[in-house]
């Protein structure tokens, strides 16, 4: 497969996709599924299209879709690193 502008957000979910799943596999839960939940919205933004124009048509199921999983990769972040300071003390 060549790599050009059109098929580039194709290849960052499988990305993010191949990242969830190898820090599944290696233990790092929350890591895993926050990569999991940014490869999934990043495929559902690519379904709806532009950022500007279509991210605000809240009566939309996928674009509500989208913000969910997006904030479900906000907060496994934000606890993941919370655990990493807690730990480490």
């Known amino acids: 497969m060549e790599i050009n ?3 580039l957000p194709e ?3 499988i990305f993010y996709l191949i990242l969830g ?3 599944l596999i290696g233990g790092e839960y929350l890591a895993g599924f926050a990569w999991i ?3 999934i919205s990043q495929f559902i933004v690519q379904k709806i299209g532009s950022w500007p124009s279509n991210m605000f048509r ?3 199921p996928e674009v509500i879709l989208a913000w969910v999983t997006y ?5 496994l972040i934000f606890y ?9 003390k």
Do not use: G, M, P, Q
């Not at 904030?71 to 907060?75: P, R, S, T």
């Open 21 to 23: 799943i190898s820090n």
């Open 58 to 60: 809240l009566e939309r």
């Open 5 to 7: 502008n059109s098929n």
């Open 37 to 39: 939940s940014l490869s």
């Open 80 to 88: 993941y690193l919370i655990n990493l300071v807690t730990k480490s």
């Open 11 to 13: 290849l960052t979910v």
């Open 71 to 75: 904030l479900i990769f906000a907060f």
